[in-house]
């Protein structure tokens, strides 16, 4: 039984470097989600996909994040220009369709200096 | 504006004790409310989920109960354990399948 699992777990960048991280979900779950999460706060909701299709953005995912799951498999989740308040553990949760309950990656720590 | 506000934010039991959690929101859209576990490091895991067509739901040691009126939902952990030392997040969802968090409470049990 293999879960969601992200790639890299920890990231370290300087700031204005870009970094991109990856997500693979359970097999067979359409529907695919992004979350960032900051010391001591709850996960806070970025984007969502069913399949390839992202259908839903947060205004917290400014113009230097973009994600992609161009074959409704994996995604990808880019940060351009990073910034120091990028830092945080970003998770990757998938779901089936017709069910309610979201599968949880491990998260990738990511730390801008 | 804070959509969904959890209470505790720490919480001490000694083992074997009763922990309560508490989940006030005010989306009257959301229409599942599930709590999460969250042990560090690792990823939230779905701990129990409730629908507003019951008022109360329990699996094993933990039980949901849930106030449709007053937009309250809180989570009774039984008979406590040190492995249930980990941070809870309630996170109700609407239709958009969107979960919004509330801040965590830390719960520690004590041997």
């Known amino acids: 039984d293999t879960g969601v699992s992200q790639n890299p777990r920890h990231k370290i960048t300087k700031r204005g470097q870009n970094v991109t991280f990856r997500c693979d979900p359970i097999s067979e779950h359409n529907r695919l989600y992004w979350y960032r999460q900051t010391l001591g706060q709850g996960p806070e909701f970025l984007t969502y996909f069913q399949n390839e299709a992202q259908l839903e953005k947060s205004r917290l995912l400014s113009d230097r994040f973009s994600a992609e799951r161009p074959k409704g498999s994996f995604s990808t989740l880019e940060i351009q220009r990073t910034e120091q308040g990028d830092s945080a553990m970003y998770l990757c949760a998938s779901s089936k369709q017709g069910t309610d309950t979201q599968y949880f990656g491990p998260g990738t720590r990511l730390t801008v200096l | ?111």
């Open chain 2, 1 to 111: 504006q804070q959509q969904v506000k959890q209470s505790p934010q720490s919480l001490i039991v000694q083992k074997g004790g009763i922990s309560i959690i508490n989940c006030a929101y005010e989306n009257t859209a959301f229409d599942y409310f599930p709590w999460y576990q969250q042990f560090p490091g690792k990823g939230p895991a779905l701990l129990i989920a409730i629908r507003p067509d019951v008022s109360e739901k329990k699996e094993g040691r933990f039980t949901i109960s849930f106030n449709k009126s007053a937009k309250q939902f809180s989570l009774h952990i039984m008979d406590s354990q040190p492995g249930d030392s980990a941070t809870y997040f309630c996170a109700p969802e609407g239709s958009n399948y969107k979960l919004t968090f509330g801040k965590g409470t830390l719960l520690t049990v004590n041997p």
